[in-house]
């Protein structure tokens, strides 16, 4: 999302200080899950792509909260070594979501409705996520994934997937969403999920500049169930 808000256009009616956007420019990629990944070395095929999609995201569409661990590189052109990142990510249905960076500084990033708020070293800002349309677009892709809705998806993005093993719950699979259309398209070439059965394990950002964010996710718990304290921890900015 950092890497999204920094090329806004100036006639956006809300932008983010140049300091918030060099501090955030390894933040949220994404971020409903379980383990996200196990890439599979059996030959992808496409046959029943589109039933295997509904099937998962009406899987996804059944959890009610998670958590995970994420690790997170950056590949940059200009950087000889990836911007690396690590923490958590916290998830309650129906659009709360929160990515906690623990190294190699501290940060967070909220998620809840229409607005985005991210933190870093006491400093605070929030994104009218309905002002900021291209914004909105890369938030909206992975709260609808979690949400397992593929008609608001596909409003957004052209949906492409590989399948390969038994899609009932074991076999591998490749979703690859590409934006429709400008401002979007001029940002982001693609965004890939992959998984094993409901266990999703990665995401993969690749910008049409050619930087690409690899997210790996591990520990995830889609059994999650937070205590009102929990919300209240997790889901704040300090």
Same mark, same amino acid.
């Given at each position: 999302?950092?890497? $999204? &808000?920094?090329?806004?256009? &100036?006639?956006?009616? $809300? @932008?983010? &200080?140049?300091?918030l956007e060099a501090r955030f420019d390894s933040s949220l990629s994404a971020d409903s899950l @379980?383990?996200?990944?196990?890439?599979? &070395?059996? @030959?992808? =095929? =496409?046959?029943?792509?589109q039933d295997t999609l509904d099937q998962l995201l009406e899987r996804f569409a059944r959890i009610e909260a998670f958590e995970c661990r994420f690790h997170e590189e950056k590949s940059i052109a200009l950087l000889s070594r990836p911007i690396v990142s690590d923490g958590t990510i916290h998830y309650v249905r129906p659009g709360r979501l929160a990515r906690r960076v623990s190294s190699p500084s501290p940060q967070v990033v909220l998620i809840e409705g229409s607005t985005l708020r991210m933190a870093d070293g006491g400093h605070e800002e929030s994104i009218d996520l309905a002002s900021q349309p291209v914004v909105r677009s890369f938030v909206d892709s992975i709260v609808q994934l979690l949400a397992g809705d593929r008609a608001a998806i596909e409003r957004s993005y052209v949906v492409a997937m590989e399948g390969w093993g038994s899609s009932e719950g074991g076999g591998g699979w490749r979703i690859t969403m590409r934006p429709r259309a400008a401002p979007l398209s001029e940002l982001l070439g693609s965004v890939s999920f992959e998984g094993s059965g409901t266990t999703l394990g990665r995401m993969v950002m690749t910008e049409t500049s050619g930087d690409v964010t690899t997210t790996t996710f591990s520990d995830v718990d889609t059994e999650r169930r937070y205590s009102p304290a929990d919300l209240t921890r997790l889901f704040s900015l300090r």
């Open positions: 999302i950092a890497q $999204v &808000t920094a090329q806004l256009p &100036t006639a956006a009616p $809300v @932008r983010p &200080t140049a300091s @379980r383990a996200w990944m196990k890439i599979l &070395t059996a @030959r992808p =095929h =496409h046959a029943d792509a």
